[in-house]
């Protein structure tokens, strides 16, 4: 249990401490195909997404490059494909092959953007409402109780709503991915808050706090620099599992219309615009960025099933 | 037990207060309900005096002040778009989004269980292995994209030609991977039958539970692979404990000991989190209800949404977080019915 | 939901097959209807609206309608003359009673005319009438007050009411002619008109009845619909599944999405319509310098592709237009096509000095016209060919309206329908140079002004030789056309769907307003 090794440790340097977590991980790593294949898969996407603007055959942005005649062209498997679009063109004429990558570059931004912002919120939250207790505990864990019985959805919406209110829809739309971060971060860090707190509530008694207390030191520091780190296992296999929750989260926003623009798609939204077209029988300017999205999040999940197995942190449940 | 519902209706209190006085706020943003009221040849005069008349004019502080009034007394005023009051509106969408709901339920809990249990018995069959692979794909497969790729499939149908035609076998393959579609996949179907009030059902005929199948799958699709994990790993906790070994050591069959000991106590912290979820997936069918179009009270809310329509949006939020403190009390107390131990009015843990 | 199916319709119904046996005959045909609004009030002059115009022509009768070519079909009015230059003769129809058993004179044409011209939908409408007189019985004059050719545009939107019906005071001591908007007005619940069908019951929102009126004056209508259920289904998606499950046997609006589900469904028919509603974009001179320049204007023009959006993102459901006027209107003039060049584009941005383009804003809705958003996002990229940047925004509806006025960006698009059915009314609003006083140009988004286009219009506007009045709004086209005042994209198509047998087709037209008196429903037994 990482309790016990975690105060058998506590003494020992963080640098060697970690340096045996890693090759405890490493150990488990080599052993297995299935972290091996999704690691591999997740760095090529994410290495193909950033290197877009180098990969992708045209660019979706250059909107002088998109032909309206040549739009819903089928991929190349199917008659009628035509050789300059490897993957067929949406409704727009746009080359689906580029603007999936474009797509997915968009999609992951978010993602890593609003769970920093999630562990950023969450965790200061979570180590005040554990540290501290009392009251800024019950009034922090009652605000995470009301916003987490709305759905994540819900919440983003509302919060969308919120923002679109108080900048204009002008300036949403010119910074739609720092919104979508924005709105996607407000939402979901009570996840953190939580996870953070029932650890800290764990470490909280344990010797070496109190050590630090009665050695004199700040509880900003106490917190920081001694809970904080002992924490950080489940604050990790968290964040897999919450980077894909924010991905798919931007997508079902884009996909009902309140994320990003179709100028500048996400995977989500190209989903979407895809959708209209579906019944008329292009099915691939929906199904194309589908795939990707659920091969990503898919890759990103098994991932974080595999770092829950070998770190096996205490996580909040219910 | 009076104590914490007195605590509880506080809490709902301050959930649809905080709710409205956002909605409030947000409202002047969304859009001018006016001009969707008038034609396009009338004068902006004739628009503010109507403005005027429905008081969109009057200081933040006054408007609310009147909704909250009449909010009390259970009038929530008129839907902008539909010329009737919001709380008739949503009467009107509810049944159909609780079908959905339930059926999508009924689908987890059918299925849940049994694969649940099944692979927390045997965690290293070949079976349970499939089943835990299928439901991390489930996890990751957002609940549009199900929706999307069940219409393209049974909705649509696909014809597959991977195969050689010419074959025997190409052409069996190329036939069996092939679906002829014609699922409906859009709206309520019209053979409903009405049950009572506004509430007409899906359930009673065949055409109205061909049109319901789709969704609820896909709605039960989001949240089935959570059910299953959290089934498993429970389960396997208590087959761990004191006193399901006592049990297999008194000579109890194991099926006696799986099936009503160890699942009484798995089903604990299942129905604690099931309950949220339940709640959290009348969210969700704001997403299943715009892919198939089901005119329920989440496709309701989008519309709305879209056409500024604003006591509609606020009834509905106020509708739904009524909804949630209700379920997550109900969950509360059946937890403290089961488990005494649970003190109601303790702070959380 | 509408068509429940309740146990007792059920049993009723059993017991009816039960007890006669014999297939509905197609004299006694009930149609159910699917529209996407319902009317909002029963009171023709509370609201001008797309569902009370449609009411007023069940539940009344026009003295003049317009026929699918743009014709003028007498109605309630048999003949008509220009007496002089600014009075109108009209001749009644005989014979003719309201569903009060009132008979319908020229007493009641006058008294509705007064009455348009105090309800404050229609009161700028009727501007230009100065009075009605009754001559005899059957003859009425009316009188305008500057030489004003549409008379007979305006003529179509007068359904003489019942006066008697409408005169007196109410239990409660109100006035029943009355018009109170959003109100409970009298004439809101209550109705004598001459039309083919009589309200029987209504609830608002949910449901009318009608059934048809027995002494109707137009025997010669082979319209045999005997009782009409009107639901208004304001959801698209319900609406077309209403009609594909067969709970309605006809629905209007059906959404661009689902028109393939519907021209391919089996049992119902897609009817489609060459609409009249122009669909463009403006471009803010306000704010873009270049744009007050006529060759960056007929740049742009040349850029867009107007046949490529019809054909590819529309589908073929519009017709690429280079004017305002579509074709039957007063204006259209056959010469003006859709221009797609873009090397001569590039050229005259070059010769304006705009080789290396600009940038500017767009804005459009993404939910009133059909694609709306795709449009505006294939405008967007037709002008990065010749370097014109474009940064688009689309919201909804109800959050463009408030935008648009506030006219902060560069172009809009907009869709635009002549209430009049007329080309001048295009101009009027659209391209006539702005002016608070008047109201003219009240939707000109781009400040646009060309004083020659406007003197021409309104001199036509005010030329009662037909023939050299569309002479005149030919021209003007023209002049726009050469000028570039609008960006003309395509007229939008209209769709309506109807099960079998329901004979759509002959009954509707551009104007969307089904002539459902004469619509005939063969019975699926026959």
Known sequence: MSTTSNSSQASASPGRWERVRDSYMWYSF???????????????????????????????????????????????????????????????????????????????LIGFGAVILQALLGVTFGLMAGYLGGRVDTILMRLADIQLSFSTLMVAIVVGALVKATMGSAFYSQYAVMMLILIIGLAEWPQYARTVRASVLAEKNKEYVDAARVMGLRSKRIMFRHVLPNTMSPI???????????????????????????????????????????????????????????????????????????MNPRLYKG | MIAFLIKRLMHAILVMFVISVLAFAIQDNLGDPVQQMVGQSVPESEREEIRERLGLNDPFLVQYARFARNAVQGDFGYS??????????????????????????????????????????????????????????????????????????????????????????????????????NMPSFGRGYDLVNVVGNWDTNLATWNGLQHLVLPAVSLASIMLPLFIRLIRAEMMEVL????????????????????????????LPVITVGGVQIGTMVAYTILTETVFQWPGMGLMFLDAINRADIPLIVTYLMIVGVIFVVTNTIVDLIYGLVNPTVKLTGKPA | MTFKKTLLASVIGAVVAGTTLLPMTASAETLRIGYSADPETLDLHEQLSGGVLRFSHLAFDPLVRWTKDFQFEPRLATE??????????????????????????????????????????????????????????????????????????????????????????????????????????????NVSGTGPFIVTDRRQGVRVDFERFEDYWDTESEGNVSNIVMTPIAENASRVAALLSGGVDFIDAVPPNDLDRVREADGVNLIEIDGTRIIGFQMNEERVEAFQDARVRQAVDLAINQEGIADRLMRGFANPAGQFSPEGYSGHNPDLTPRYDIERAKELMAEAGYEEGFSVEMIAPNNRYVNDAQI?????????????????????????????????????????????????????????????????????????????????????????????????LREAEAMLYEDVGFIMLHWQNLAYAAADGVEVEPVVNAIDFPYLGDLVVKSSDD
């Open chain 3, 80 to 189: 008509w003359e220009q007496v002089d230059e600014t009075t109108m003769r009209m001749t009644l129809r005989e014979g003719v009673t309201f569903h009060s058993g009132n008979e319908f004179t020229a007493k009641d044409v006058v008294w509705t005319i007064e009455r348009l011209k105090e309800s404050p939908d229609y009161r700028a409408i009727f501007e230009p009438v100065a009075s009605a007189e009754a001559v005899d019985d059957y003859t009425v004059e009316i009188v305008t007050t500057e030489p004003y050719p549409l008379l007979l545009n305006l003529a179509t939107y007068i359904f003489p009411l019942d006066s008697e019906f409408y005169t007196g005071e109410t239990d409660d001591g109100s006035d029943k002619a009355e018009i109170v908007k959003a109100g409970n007005s009298f004439a809101s619940r």
């Open chain 3, 376 to 472: 505006a996002q294939a405008v967007a990229n037709m002008l990065a060919q010749i370097n014109i940047k474009v940064d688009l925004r689309t919201m909804p509806l109800a959050q463009y309206w408030p935008e648009y006025d506030t006219r902060e960006s560069d172009m809009a698009m907009i869709g635009w329908h002549a209430d009049t059915e007329d080309s001048a009314n295009f101009f009027q609003y659209l391209t006539f140079c702005i002016d608070e006083e008047t109201g003219a140009g009240q939707y000109n988004y781009g400040s646009y002004c060309n004083e020659e286009i406007d003197a021409l219009v309104t001199e036509a506007d005010s030329e009662t030789d037909l023939e050299k009045r569309n002479e005149m």
């Open chain 2, 240 to 267: 761990q404990s004191e006193y399901v070994k006592y049990a297999r050591a008194k000579g109890i069959s194991m099926r006696r000991v799986y099936f009503v000991h160890a699942l009484k106590n798995t089903m």
């Open chain 1, 30 to 108: 080599k052993r297995d195909r299935t972290a091996q294949l999704c690691l591999a898969v997740f760095i090529c996407m994410v290495i193909a997404a950033f290197a877009s603007p180098l990969i992708a055959p045209t660019n979706p942005y250059d909107l002088a490059q998109i032909d309206i005649m040549s739009s819903e062209l089928p991929p190349f498997w199917i008659d009628g494909a035509d050789d300059r679009y490897a993957l067929g063109t949406d409704a727009q004429g746009r080359d689906l092959w580029s603007i999936v990558l474009y797509g997915t570059r968009v999609s992951l």
């Open chain 2, 80 to 181: 902008y778009f539909y010329r009737e009051p919001a709380l008739e509106v949503i009467a009107r969408h509810l049944p159909a989004t609780l079908e959905l709901v339930f059926a999508a339920t009924l689908i987890i809990v059918l299925f849940s269980v049994p694969i649940g249990v099944y692979s927390a018995i045997k965690p290293r069959s070949p079976i349970s292995r499939l089943f835990m692979g299928v439901s991390i794909i489930g996890i990751s497969i957002p609940v549009f994209l199900t929706a999307i790729v069940l219409i393209q499939i049974f909705a649509i149908g696909v014809t597959v030609t991977l195969f050689p035609e010419s074959t025997g076998w190409g052409a069996w393959l190329n036939a069996f991977f092939s679906t002829e579609g």
């Open chain 1, 236 to 310: 990790f296999v968290i964040s897999t599992v919450q980077i894909a929750n924010a991905i798919i989260s931007e997508a079902a926003l884009s996909f009902l219309g309140l994320g990003m623009p179709e100028t500048h798609p996400s995977l989500g939204s190209l989903i979407k615009s895809g959708f209209d077209y579906i019944q008329s029988g292009s099915w691939w300017i929906t199904l194309i960025p589908g795939a990707v999205l659920v091969v990503l999040v898919l890759s990103i999940n098994l991932l974080g099933d595999w770092l829950r197995d070998v």
